[in-house]
């Protein structure tokens, strides 16, 4: 995938918002309805009211990034429609965007080095 990689911050717009807005649009919508910084560094991932469709912004340090998505079969697994912002990790982003259900991946959990062979 093209697009943001690795241990970022992601967050989504659960409310879907007009898809003709492109990126400058969005980064409006980052500052007004989310009250965040789009140029921070966070991925911002909405949704339209046709669940088979998303949009990401994020700033990658020289510009504002926008990435559209289509599923031509199936819809993305959304969390309920409200007035909320969610966080997903990095895998659970790439779940998403692959139209699987993110809720069910899991961060590893960590394993405690051993201090000696056995």
Not at 65 to 75: I, P, S
């Amino acid at each position: 995938m093209i697009g943001p990689a690795g241990n970022v911050r992601v967050m989504v717009a659960t409310q879907p918002v007009d898809f003709r807005k492109g990126a400058e649009g969005l980064a409006a919508v980052v500052r007004e309805a989310m009250h965040a910084d789009p140029f921070c560094g966070v991925v911002y991932v909405f949704r339209a009211k046709r669940a088979d469709r998303v949009k990401l912004i994020f700033w990658d340090g020289t510009g504002l990034v926008l990435v559209a998505k289509r599923l031509e079969d199936g819809k993305f697994r959304w969390p309920k429609v409200e007035d909320a912002i969610m966080r997903l990790s990095a895998a659970e982003l790439q779940a998403l965007l692959e139209g699987l259900d993110w809720r069910r991946v899991h961060e590893p959990q960590r394993t405690i080095a051993p201090m000696a062979v056995s």
